[in-house]
């Protein structure tokens, strides 16, 4: 995998850190496991990740943790600013943190660490393996609240680099990392970087179904390519068909059928043959999934049935999708946006 972004690599240096809080570490000592938490005195959810790396060292001490919390990303012009920037944070948000925490006001530690790494938000977590490698690189994830310790175990046995687990964690730093730098470009329409990134990403993980979306939308929605924007959205469609994957097949007929594109510059038959073998796929899945699975795939093949000609059959797909969501168990804002949004297709649909 080109991109890495320090993953696999030696730990940068610490030497130019200030310490103000705890015992100094003035080196990443071999032998020894690291989490380098780079932080900075905006960020809201900060305080409590430096708290559970304190929890974290607490527990996997005896056998060679050392967690620390850097403040790298103040922008200020001198240190004495930067130390007082810190002091202040820490004695609102986190008075007694069980961690040592310093900062560094030239940039050079943000830019060996969080430019480096591919870094778009804080707190960004670095692990550092007893030979001073970077293992894992990653941000607080409220939805998996044990991923790190998980990575934690599985570098203190030495497991971690071969696991199924730090390759979906690779591959998921990657496609964030560069998905934001692609959105980036885009943002300033530099749609040549954009495509370039996107492309790297592919490369990288050819499986990668947000890169392959991604791929469809720039060429066909921002750049108005169609003779190179239908050659990937037709092997979108094929791979997806190939596959069987519920989630690549209906990404394929959204970019078939559900998109805000100039489809007219397309290939009328080829894409309307490529649609039917995907509705064809979607159905025979389509009994095997959950409810809101299947609300998902009746509104997606109701454009397909839309624009064939055949009316009837979208009505009935949104009307079968809004009974389904309506059943659901679902946080109520959540079911009330999807619900406006199947119900402005059956208007359009009927009108």
Same mark, same amino acid.
């Given at each position: 995998m080109?991109a ?15 310490w103000?809080?705890?015992?100094p570490?003035f080196?990443l000592e ?13 960020c809201?959810?900060c305080?409590k990740s ?8 607490e527990?996997y ?24 920037r ?7 948000e986190?008075?007694? =943190?069980?961690?040592p *925490?310093?900062?560094?006001h ?9 430019v480096a790494?591919?870094s778009?938000a804080? =707190? ?15 941000y ?6 044990d991923?790190?310790?998980r990575v934690l175990?599985?570098v203190?046995? $030495?497991?971690?680099?071969t ?6 964690a690779?591959e998921?730093w990657?496609?964030g990392?560069?998905l934001?730098?692609?959105i ?6 530099d749609?040549q ?9 592919i ?7 947000p890169?392959r ?5 720039? &060429?066909?929605?921002r750049m108005?390519d169609?003779?190179?924007g239908? *050659?990937?959205l037709?092997?979108?469609?094929r ?13 394929a007929?959204?970019q078939?059928?559900g ?7 397309l290939?009328f ?5 490529? $649609?039917k073998?995907?509705l064809?796929?979607i159905?025979t899945l ?5 409810? *809101? ?32 969501v309506?059943g659901?168990?679902?946080p ?6 999807y &619900?406006?949004q199947l119900?402005a297709a059956?208007?359009e649909y009927?009108g």
């Amino acid at each position: 995998m080109k991109a890495h972004f320090l993953i696999g690599s030696l730990a940068p240096s610490i030497e130019t850190l200030t310490w103000i809080h705890g015992n100094p570490i003035f080196a990443l000592e071999r032998g020894k496991i690291h989490i380098v938490a780079l932080f900075a005195t905006t960020c809201g959810f900060c305080s409590k990740s430096l708290a559970d790396l304190g929890q974290l060292q607490e527990k996997y001490r005896d056998i060679g943790l050392e967690a620390l919390g850097v403040a790298a990303r103040e922008r200020v012009a001198t240190a004495d600013e930067a130390r007082a920037r810190v002091d202040t944070w820490l004695n609102k948000e986190l008075p007694n =943190p069980t961690i040592p *925490i310093a900062f560094e006001h030239t940039g050079e530690m943000n830019k060996l660490w969080w430019v480096a790494g591919g870094s778009f938000a804080d =707190p960004t977590i670095f692990v550092v393996d007893r030979d001073n490698s970077i293992a894992h690189i990653g941000y607080p994830d409220p939805e998996d609240p044990d991923l790190l310790e998980r990575v934690l175990i599985k570098v203190m046995d $030495g497991s971690w680099d071969t696991s199924a687990e730090a390759k979906n964690a690779q591959e998921k730093w990657l496609e964030g990392v560069l998905l934001f730098r692609a959105i980036a470009a885009v943002n300033i329409k530099d749609f040549q970087t954009a495509l370039s990134t996107i492309e790297e990403g592919i490369k990288a993980i050819p499986d990668n179904l947000p890169f392959r979306e991604a791929h469809v939308e720039l &060429l066909l929605g921002r750049m108005h390519d169609f003779e190179a924007g239908w *050659i990937v959205l037709a092997r979108l469609a094929r791979n997806a068909i190939e596959k069987n994957d519920g989630e690549w097949l209906l990404a394929a007929m959204q970019q078939l059928f559900g998109s805000p594109y100039d489809y007219s510059c397309l290939p009328f038959a080829e894409r309307f043959s490529m $649609g039917k073998e995907l509705l064809e796929s979607i159905q025979t899945l389509c009994p095997q999934q959950d409810g *809101i699975s299947r609300a998902r795939s009746y509104a997606t093949i109701a454009p397909y049935f839309y624009e064939s000609g055949d009316k009837d059959r979208a009505v009935e797909s949104i009307a079968h999708a809004l009974e389904l969501v309506e059943g659901e168990s679902l946080p109520d804002d959540v079911k009330q946006e999807y &619900l406006a949004q199947l119900e402005a297709a059956l208007a359009e649909y009927k009108g």
